[in-house]
């Protein structure tokens, strides 16, 4: 499990590198989506109800952080060469998230950097506090590189004094961040953006209802009530990747979180079939290229 901060008494940031992402930003939880043993890079510093991590990811990630209403989740995200989403929206240099009271979700299918602010939300939203917030939002160079320098500065001087990260407020962040909280307050879901979303939730519901035998395309948009074109297209703008490519990455995750936690004398065909891999062979070939290990090290190295 990640450590995401260090003794109170030194308060300095944890530089560290990881193989589980669970905590980067509030409460996490991850699925990996492209191939090979992941690894996360980064630091963390937390002090006066400000945390601040830094952190670079190495492999494609269907992340997943649960703010709670009385946080607020600023997210820089910087995509390397392959696709990132958040929200349905493709992500730039440029893409700040901001969530508050909701879910925070990005998907990347390579490389990328995250920099990411968690204060308290009444620090800085004098009008609503409370009222959700989650959006993926276009910066103006000038807020990002104030957000950025306020972060990384804030790094630094906990790895190089021990010392609590400063506030938003004393770093003359405060009107920034409570445009941020406005326009994500303001920037309404789409009704096609509502539908999509309703659509994916329903699909996978479907699929994960008849995990041991998994449904066909087809009978996922009989279920659905859409068209085959309609839930390809939901998917491709949700996760970059088709229905069923998305629910068999689902299914291998949940076999590998099964496997870390496995009981002694657990049998892998047992894992594999309760969540429909009735082929070995196939399932262990897999599991390999997607996590670069095979299923059998994993139950070992659990134990």
């Known amino acids: 499990m990640l450590q995401i901060e260090a003794p109170a008494a030194a308060r300095q940031p944890v530089d560290f590198v990881s193989r589980d992402p669970s905590g980067l930003i509030g409460s996490t ?24 991590t830094e952190v670079q990811l190495d492999c494609g990630l269907h992340l997943t952080s649960a703010i709670a209403p009385s946080r607020l989740a600023i997210v820089l995200v910087r995509p390397g060469p392959t696709r990132a989403i958040a929200f349905g929206t493709s992500c730039s240099a440029a893409t700040c998230l901001v969530a508050s009271g909701a879910e925070l979700e990005l998907v990347t299918h390579g490389p990328v950097s995250i920099l990411a602010i968690e204060l308290e939300r009444t ?16 910066l103006r160079a ?37 445009s941020l909280v406005e326009r994500g307050a303001a ?26 035998e998994p ?3 087809q009978d996922v948009c009989s279920a659905a009530q859409c ?18 490519k998305y629910f068999k990455i689902q299914r291998l995750n949940a076999a590998h979180r099964r496997l870390q936690h496995a ?41």
């Open 29 to 52: 939880t991850a699925l990996q989506l492209t191939g090979g043993l992941f690894e996360c890079r980064g630091s963390q510093a937390t002090g006066g109800g400000v945390r601040v």
């Open 123 to 138: 620090a800085v939203d004098w009008a609503a506090p409370g009222a959700p917030v989650r959006a993926a939002l276009l």
């Open 142 to 178: 000038s807020e990002r590189a104030a957000i950025a320098s306020f972060a990384l500065e804030r790094l630094e001087h906990a790895r190089l004094q021990g010392q609590a990260c400063g506030d938003v407020l004393e770093a003359g962040l405060t009107d920034i961040v409570r």
């Open 187 to 212: 920037s309404a879901q789409s009704r096609a953006d509502r539908h999509r979303e309703r659509l994916v939730k329903d699909a996978l519901e479907v699929m994960w209802s008849r995990v041991e």
């Open 215 to 217: 449904p066909t395309l």
């Open 227 to 244: 068209s085959v074109r309609t839930l390809i297209y939901a998917f491709n703008a949700t996760f970059a990747m088709s229905p069923m």
């Open 263 to 303: 009981a002694p004398g657990t049998h892998i065909f047992d894992v594999a079939a309760d969540f429909g891999f009735w082929h070995l062979g196939h399932f262990g070939v897999d599991y390999k290229a997607l996590f670069g290990t095979t299923p059998k090290t994993t139950s070992r190295v659990s134990k």
